[in-house]
């Protein structure tokens, strides 16, 4: 089945500077590319996607990128704030039976300093 | 406007004692829904989906099993819990199959003694 490699694990950026999450995948049938944050205690939130047939997303400070030659994607903060303080996960999704599977990535734990 | 619930928020149990977790969705109809477990600290695993009424598949097996009695009902639950069964059930849905977002529900927290 698909695997998700996520990096780094954590973290730690300045107020203000950029943070970047790299995933990598590996079933090439894998077409969409979703991004959650989780803080602690709470349920995993939807905050970005990209679907195959693109190579590039931004809404607002948050900005995709996928690579599907590499299969690669990745996510980056511009213009961190101490709110986007949490845990990120990334995860690769390509239906298969009926079942939107999606495979997450180990996490990263970005910090935000103020 | 659709919404997810979860019941229990949390619960802890024994280790060898049964335990049903629930889901309901209201606002959409005929969704799929899905269970997902996560260890404390660790990531997000699929453990069953469902794309219709009374039909479940399993993705791995860990003594838990899963049913959809009514359209927008999804239960989890298992004969004796294990301690490895700790963490967050998280029940989430999407429209349809086929690569679309998937929106999960608050959780229910379960801790095994």
């Known amino acids: 089945g698909e695997q998700v490699e996520q990096l780094p694990s954590i973290l730690r950026v300045q107020e203000g500077s950029s943070a970047s999450i790299n995933c990598s995948y590996e079933?090439?049938?894998?077409?969409?590319f979703p991004w959650y944050k989780q803080e602690p205690g709470e349920n995993p939130k939807l905050i970005i996607d990209?679907?195959?047939?693109?190579e590039r997303k931004q809404i607002q400070e948050l900005i995709v990128l996928l690579d599907k030659k590499a299969k690669r994607f990745s996510l980056h903060i511009t213009d961190t704030q101490p709110g986007d303080s949490a845990m990120y996960f990334c995860?690769?999704?390509?239906?298969?039976?009926?079942?939107?599977?999606?495979?997450f990535g180990q996490g990263t734990v970005l910090s935000v300093i103020p | 406007a659709q919404t997810i619930h979860q019941w229990p928020v949390a619960e802890i149990k024994a280790v060898g004692s049964p335990l049903s977790l629930g889901c309901t969705i209201k606002?959409?109809?005929?969704?799929?829904l899905y269970w997902y477990w996560q260890a404390t600290g660790g990531t997000l695993q699929q453990l069953f989906y469902?794309?219709?009424?009374?039909?479940v598949e399993s993705v791995v097996q860990l003594n838990l099993s899963a049913s959809r009695p009514k359209d927008d009902q999804f239960i989890l639950s298992t004969e004796k819990l294990l301690l490895s069964h700790s963490g967050f059930y998280l029940c989430?849905?999407?429209?349809?199959?086929?690569?679309?977002?998937?929106?999960f529900g608050p959780g229910t927290r379960l801790t095994v003694l």
């Open positions: 989430a849905w999407s429209l349809t199959a086929g690569g679309v977002e998937q929106y």
């Open positions: 079933d090439s049938a894998s077409n969409y």
């Open positions: 990209i679907r195959s047939n693109m």
């Open positions: 995860a690769a999704s390509g239906a298969t039976g009926g079942n939107n599977k999606l495979t």
């Open positions: 606002g959409k109809s005929s969704p799929n």
């Open positions: 469902s794309i219709t009424v009374g039909q």
